[in-house]
């Protein structure tokens, strides 16, 4: 069996998620480690987190591929008393890299977008662009009114409760989306005529203009939208290493929990 690196793990990451697809502003590809550090075990997850960063070392990963970036904005210090230096600290000792796949991740075919429009039962699903594009817009089978769409959001993605941003008596037919913090195209889906949009992290004047421009929203979580797409990368993979004759044992996070709780009133 050939020994595997980064590099070349990284390379079939490239193709799965190709680096001109992200964001100006994104901080995707190889943060902490070396190209050239051999690769025996990959462990995949949404998020760099000190938990994920444990169950990757617990599993003896000698690479993480994630979705958000560990290191997202410039960093002028590395302390390893304050969190972000202490995930470092514990990457480098461990001999560690994390790779990074975020929004080209999200915008490619097959990716983010794609798995959440899969998971809600969207069929005839489009960028929103020509070519590519963070959003997704596509038709439900069946058209539902906001509440039962909601709910339906909520059970096709495994979650307690969503918000449902309810813009008057109509149906739902057509649907936008974007996983994660996208309540910025929700004006983009209504003028491609969709009835509903379905993201997370929406503000409530976001909410409020969604009203009055009569489209409904459902803020299902950044979280939950996106995790996801850690089983279908985590496939992807193992099939593009099995393909190869790469002898690399890929493990998924499946233990991770969204940090907002739903508290009910007593």
């Given at each position: 069996?050939?020994?595997?690196?980064?590099?070349?793990?990284?390379?079939?990451?490239?193709?799965?998620?190709?680096?001109?697809?992200?964001?100006?502003?994104?901080?995707?590809?190889?943060?902490?480690?070396?190209?050239s550090a051999e690769v025996e075990?990959?462990?995949?997850?949404?998020?760099?987190?000190?938990?994920?960063?444990?169950?990757?070392?617990?599993?003896?990963?000698?690479l993480i591929i994630a979705h958000?970036?560990?290191?997202?904005?410039?960093?002028?210090?590395?302390?390893?008393?304050?969190?972000?230096?202490?995930?470092?600290?514990?990457?480098?000792?461990?001999?560690?890299?994390?790779?990074?796949?975020?929004?080209?991740?999200?915008?490619?075919?097959?990716?983010?977008?794609?798995?959440?429009?899969?998971?809600?039962?969207?069929?005839?699903?489009?960028?929103?662009?020509?070519?590519?594009?963070?959003?997704?817009?596509?038709?439900?089978?069946?058209?539902?009114?906001?509440?039962?769409?909601?709910?339906?959001?909520?059970?096709?993605?495994?979650?307690?409760?969503?918000?449902?941003?309810?813009?008057g008596n109509f149906e739902i037919?057509?649907?936008?989306?974007?996983?994660?913090?996208?309540?910025?195209?929700?004006?983009?889906?209504?003028?491609?005529?969709?009835?509903?949009?379905?993201?997370?992290?929406?503000?409530?004047?976001?909410?409020?203009?969604?009203?009055?421009?009569?489209?409904?929203?459902?803020?299902?979580?950044?979280?939950?939208?996106?995790?996801?797409?850690?089983?279908?990368?985590?496939?992807?993979?193992?099939?593009?290493?099995?393909?190869?004759?790469?002898?690399?044992?890929?493990?998924?996070?499946?233990?991770?929990?969204?940090?907002?709780?739903?508290?009910?009133?007593?």
């Amino acid at each position: 069996m050939k020994k595997v690196k980064v590099q070349n793990i990284t390379e079939i990451m490239n193709r799965l998620a190709p680096r001109q697809f992200a964001e100006e502003w994104d901080n995707p590809g190889l943060l902490v480690g070396s190209f050239s550090a051999e690769v025996e075990k990959i462990f995949v997850c949404l998020d760099v987190t000190e938990e994920t960063v444990q169950n990757a070392v617990d599993f003896g990963a000698n690479l993480i591929i994630a979705h958000h970036p560990v290191i997202f904005r410039a960093v002028k210090n590395f302390r390893t008393d304050l969190p972000l230096g202490k995930k470092i600290e514990t990457l480098i000792k461990n001999d560690v890299a994390v790779f990074a796949a975020h929004t080209n991740l999200d915008s490619v075919e097959g990716g983010v977008n794609d798995v959440l429009a899969e998971k809600i039962g969207l069929i005839d699903v489009k960028p929103f662009g020509e070519e590519f594009s963070l959003g997704r817009i596509g038709y439900l089978p069946n058209k539902m009114d906001a509440e039962n769409f909601a709910k339906h959001v909520a059970k096709v993605l495994n979650v307690d409760a969503v918000r449902l941003i309810d813009a008057g008596n109509f149906e739902i037919e057509k649907v936008g989306l974007c996983g994660g913090a996208g309540s910025e195209f929700i004006s983009k889906a209504k003028f491609l005529g969709a009835q509903a949009f379905v993201t997370g992290d929406v503000k409530y004047h976001e909410a409020q203009s969604a009203v009055e421009n009569k489209i409904h929203v459902v803020d299902a979580g950044h979280f939950a939208t996106e995790f996801p797409i850690v089983h279908v990368l985590a496939e992807k993979l193992k099939a593009e290493c099995e393909n190869l004759g790469y002898n690399v044992k890929i493990a998924e996070d499946t233990t991770s929990r969204d940090v907002f709780k739903n508290i009910l009133k007593g």
